[in-house]
């Protein structure tokens, strides 16, 4: 049915800009698991100097990796190309490109326009039935061509599978050194393919739970900085950080409402946990939970009306939804084993879990009124699940065993599919997926 | 477009081909002197030196009001901590005999506050075992209240999983980290 919509809408659009509707156009239903990736094939960016050329090679490949990556493309190695473009705004010679089984064509130009502005083009083509896709020009500042390669990845994504990108993103992650017995911690922050990584703290105190808001310039976290661990509010950019509320306990678990204007969290009182909310606005707390349990790790739907919650209210650790305005909540988590740290899907449709159950930590995933619940992967310990901007990829946290343990990223897709590790300069733990940058 | 490149890379290897190798370089050896060797030392050792060794203390146990004092008076392992069952913050009658002696000890010396930190082993996500392991803070500090240390003197933090003792990941290290320390803080000597 949705497929049926998206063809419509691709037939209008193309109708609309004077193409004919193609009849076998290339279109990737990415919402089976198990399926064979589509053979890409991404020359060099051209241009017509050495700056461009240098820039245009370094776009490709970054778009390839992207790509790659997502495991729903195949990137064909560029040393299999039969046709050198010399002009992108020529039809490519089809025949050359079915002959290296490529579906798909990406022809890109730099251009050079001044010592602070380049110009990036790139026409997407479907090699089967011989047209172009798309054809999209981006401008900006030299040292800026890593997001604008992430940026042509996402709009390729987007045209050949109907859905929203991910690649121009960022995660903000817990650098971990040391042996377990005394590591040592502090917040990072890198782009989605691990380029760029930034230190935004010296590591002085245990910091946890980094996780952005909406707007991706400010995050949120928990830090031993005082005797009493508290939540901070962290601005990205500026540097300017501050310590949230006035809490006469320990507060943790900190989470953004979609909107960006309240937080949830909980707060420690006589050794019962509970979830406020705080509108960052007027500074104003409300409290949701009132049972005499454990009631941490609060996550909003995406449209903001209900927050999923980890409780122990019934005797085991399980997931809750409730009202955001609080009041009667209803246990979703009913497999066997132990349910924590929910984390709800951007799409609004599905609910990221850790299950644990005979001794092993698994990635899972449900619906959100906890229907059809599904392992995505399991290990000794696999936790903290965050999802990427389209809810299509989950990035967790894997420890190994033993005193030489170590924490390290892994991603793996919504089908289960796809498990790969996510590379970081040290250890790493508790990823947090930014939404895509504006 | 291939065939001109491929003109190209040969025309630059006939260039490089024609460049003329140079003549090598012979270089006369440096002159070098004969060693000579060096005379033996002639200055004798001085004589060893014999000290009395100093008489030892007997140890007359920790000082009074000291962290090790509090230790040493407060039995269990010695090392101010109390155990937990997997999942659980409730007290073992064991644990209530240590904290008992930790209150006794605390009421000797009242001006020494404490900070009761509670941890819990890695086989949990981080914010459960954080509330966890503050339930399991707070349970030793409502037994050591109950034992009429003041509450004030006392305040709980949460480490989780934050701060194992023990690295390894077997029965006998998770039963180690999961815990309640009683660590003293101001007015305690030494």
Known sequence: MTRHIKLFIASFLFLLSGFQPAIAQLNIDITQGNLDPVPIAIPDFLSADMQGRDIGAKIAEVVRADLERSGIFKSLSPSSFLETQTNIDYKPTFADWRVIKAEALVSGRVVVEDPSRIRVEYRLWDITAGEQLSGIRFGTAPNQWRRIAHKVSDSIYKKLTGEEGYFDSRIVFVDEQGPKTNRRKRLAIMDQDSANTQYLQSGADIVLTPRFSPNSQTITYMSYENIVPQVYVLDIETGRRELLGNFPGMTFSPRFSPDGKSMILSLMKKGNSDLYLMDLTSRSTSRLTTSPSIDVSGSFSPEGQKIVFNSDRGGSPQLYVMSARGGDAKRISFGKGRYSAPVWSPRGDKIAFVRSKDGKFAIGVMNSDGSGERILTESYLDESPTWSPNGRVVIFSRETRGARGKSELWSVDLTGQNLRKVLTPGGASDPAWSPLLP | ?190
């Open chain 2, 1 to 190: 477009m291939r065939v001109k490149l491929i003109l190209l890379v040969s025309a630059v290897s006939v260039l490089a081909a024609c460049k003329t190798t140079p003549e090598p370089v012979v270089q006369d050896p440096v002159a070098v002197n004969q060693p000579v060797p060096i005379p033996a030392p002639v200055e004798q050792a001085a004589p060893v030196q014999i000290v009395e060794a100093p008489t030892p203390i007997p140890y007359a146990g920790p000082i009074a009001g000291s962290l090790e004092d509090f230790l040493y008076n407060s039995g269990g392992n010695g090392d101010g901590r109390v155990f937990f069952a997997y999942n659980q913050y409730d007290l073992s009658n064991d644990s209530r005999d240590v904290l008992r002696r930790q209150a006794q000890w605390l009421q000797s010396y009242q001006n020494v506050t404490a900070v009761v930190e509670g941890n819990a082993d890695e086989r949990g996500t981080r914010e459960y075992n954080l509330a966890l392991a503050a339930r399991r803070a707070d349970s030793v500090k409502s037994f050591l209240v109950s034992q009429g240390v003041a509450p004030s003197r006392l305040t709980t933090v949460s480490y989780g999983k934050e701060r194992p003792i023990d690295g390894g990941s077997n029965e006998a290290s998770w039963a180690k980290n999961r815990n309640s320390l009683t660590n003293l803080m101001s007015g305690s000597i030494g």
